[in-house]
């Protein structure tokens, strides 16, 4: 018997959720599944993000959905519009086999005319944020008096958001007579007070440990000067080459500052914060989700909710000042059962937090080691070597060659072809790494401000790098050097279309353009000897009816944002 219909799951439910590959229930869907369905009783889940939850109660709600009956019948409450959309975006999928269910999602920052004429239509299943369910409800628009399930998704996170008073009215218009789940990562003092309120004889179930940030995380720190913060950031990136993940920020100006830091130096990055029109945040997440960004810089606020596959890492860019964001923040990773990496990045001053996460969010961190120059290039080599050695080397392929093509290189010395392969793949990535000293600060060095604690070496996926120490110089492609181009601001370009510019004239990989300065119809740039010296060669190129041109401009400065 399929497992979920051991737990009374109707058949074309099961069928839906096979098709999304879904074999056997989570803890959490093991223990809802059957409560919900049977309205048997309140609940109170304590279970993480990832764990499965939207289906846990998303299944039960769909199966117990009167479809003649054309009244909302299950409300479900949670926190941001993304996790709104979510949701209702999963019960759709569920439901694909079932006869149509009408599911509304309503949140703020959207029209409400919009979504006033869907609900009219048909909203037997209401997914929404508080503020914007309190206006529909107030312009009767939503009328809760046929509810027989509430759902409170993520209820820490809403009370962290100011939304207790919102929550409490939004409950205390829904019917007696129902059944509440109420579903959080925390259990903090307000949440049982709300519980003990509005919940009757609730079971508890708690999925994985109280309080706990998901066991399938790896918890990491690192210890830099401050100054060095950007410098750990872009080697991290560059050392896991499959890299994709979100670097959580204090204030929108830095999601904002390092986005165009690292977009500047030719990272695919962007920003996520509370002042992006809501257009502007679904594009950053369309091209997040489809990995046309590597990197996503967001405040605690914008970045909850969001559900996104694969991500390999958290970066703390600072921690956060309300502990439970840790959890909720390393929660972005390791979903469905993956595993991920949490990296809080680190100066001195900052060290003393890591007791208090430890303590409150039970889990235990290690240190890891910022890998020096040196160590990113071993590591991207290394890749390089065994992604070239797996390749087919099958006949059909060089038969598709020319001749001419092949002779030449046949003539060569193996040794030779080696060398230059290496080369132009070390140019290809466009990492210069030629003064990237080790940049880890000693433990020793952080006195009572640190944890007292010996490091445990970093986990390293590839060459691991050594323990403390200053690194040699890296086998990086040459000194860098500034260069000028006859294209600016004024051109209405932007940095990456100079870069594909400069790589469609020059076959200079785009990631070898750094830190680019627009001025009004000219730009200068950084970029390493050997890329320059191909660049300057460019000819027959124009822009604009203007011939272009790339030249030397000065020495490349010492700044913040150094590699
Ligand atoms: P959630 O905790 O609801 O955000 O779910 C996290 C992720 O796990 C989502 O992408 C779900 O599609 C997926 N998921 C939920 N339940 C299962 C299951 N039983 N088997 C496999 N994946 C699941």
Redesign the pocket.
């Known amino acids: 018997m399929n497992p979920f219909s051991a737990l009374g799951l109707d058949p074309a439910i099961c069928r839906a959720i096979e098709e999304?590959?879904?074999?056997?229930?989570?803890d959490i869907?093991l223990k809802a599944i059957p409560l919900f369905l049977s309205q048997a009783s309140d609940l109170i889940a304590l279970a993480q993000?990832?764990?499965?939850?939207?289906?846990a109660f998303g299944l039960p709600i769909l199966q117990n959905i009167e479809p003649d009956v054309r009244t909302t019948q299950a409300l479900i409450i949670s926190p941001t519009r993304e996790l709104c959309m979510q949701i209702a975006s999963?019960l759709k999928k569920f439901s694909k086999h079932l006869p149509p269910v009408g599911i509304v999602a309503v949140y703020g920052g959207s029209s409400i005319t919009a979504q006033i004429r869907e609900i009219r239509h048909s909203s037997q299943i209401i997914v929404a944020t508080p503020g914007r369910l309190i206006d529909l409800i107030e312009r009767k628009v939503i009328k809760l008096q046929d509810v027989s399930t509430v759902v409170l998704d993520e209820a820490d996170e809403m009370l962290n958001m100011g939304f207790r008073e919102d929550m409490e009215r939004i409950l205390a218009e829904t019917p007696e007579e129902k059944i509440t789940g109420l579903f959080s990562a925390t259990m903090s003092p307000d949440i049982r007070r709300i519980a003990a309120t509005y919940l009757k004889d609730p079971v508890e179930v708690t999925i994985g440990k109280k309080n706990t940030a998901q066991q399938n995380i790896s918890h990491q720190y690192s210890v830099v000067q401050a100054k060095d913060k950007y410098t750990a950031l872009k080697r991290i990136i560059d050392f896991h080459e499959d890299f994709y993940g979100i670097v959580f920020c204090t204030t929108k100006a830095e999601t904002q500052e390092l986005s165009d830091h690292l977009v500047r130096d030719g990272y695919s990055a962007d920003c996520l914060h509370g002042d992006l029109a809501q257009a502007q945040r679904d594009k950053v997440m369309h091209r997040f989700r489809h990995k046309a960004i590597k990197a996503l810089l967001a405040t605690d606020v914008a970045a909850r909710g969001i559900?996104v596959?694969n991500i390999s890492h958290i970066i703390h860019y600072h921690l956060p000042d309300d502990i439970e964001n840790y959890t909720h923040r390393s929660g972005r990773t390791a979903?469905?059962g993956q595993k991920g990496v949490s990296i809080a990045l680190l100066h001195i001053r900052e060290a003393y937090k890591l007791h208090q996460i430890e303590k409150l969010a039970g889990v235990k961190f290690e240190r890891y080691l910022i890998p020096n120059g040196e160590q990113v290039i071993q590591a991207r080599i290394k890749n390089f070597i065994e992604a070239f050695k797996a390749d087919s080397d099958d006949d059909a392929k060089l038969k598709r060659f020319k001749n001419e093509w092949i002779w030449p290189l046949m003539e060569l010395d193996k040794e030779v072809i080696v060398q230059k392969l290496i080369e132009s793949e070390l140019k290809r990535m466009g990492i210069n790494y030629t003064d990237a000293p080790d940049i880890n600060v000693d433990e020793t060095a952080r006195g009572s401000a640190g944890r007292g604690e010996k490091s445990r070496g970093g986990s390293w996926e590839g060459g691991k790098p050594g323990k403390g120490g200053r690194s040699g110089k890296s086998g990086g492609s040459g000194k860098m050097v500034r260069l000028f181009i006859n294209v600016g601001k004024k051109d209405g370009l932007k940095y990456d279309e100079i870069r594909e510019m400069i790589y469609k004239h020059t076959k200079v990989s785009g990631r070898a353009v750094k830190d680019i300065e627009m001025k009004g119809v000219y730009s200068f740039f950084i970029a390493d000897h050997d890329s320059a010296d191909q660049m300057r060669k460019i000819k027959n190129a124009s822009f604009n009816g203007r011939p272009l041109r790339i030249d030397l401009a000065s020495e490349q400065k010492e700044g913040k944002y150094n590699s």
Not at 20 to 26: A, D, H, K, S, V
């Open positions: 999304l590959g879904f074999e056997n229930p989570t869907q993000t990832g764990t499965g939850k939207t289906a999963d559900d596959k979903r469905a």
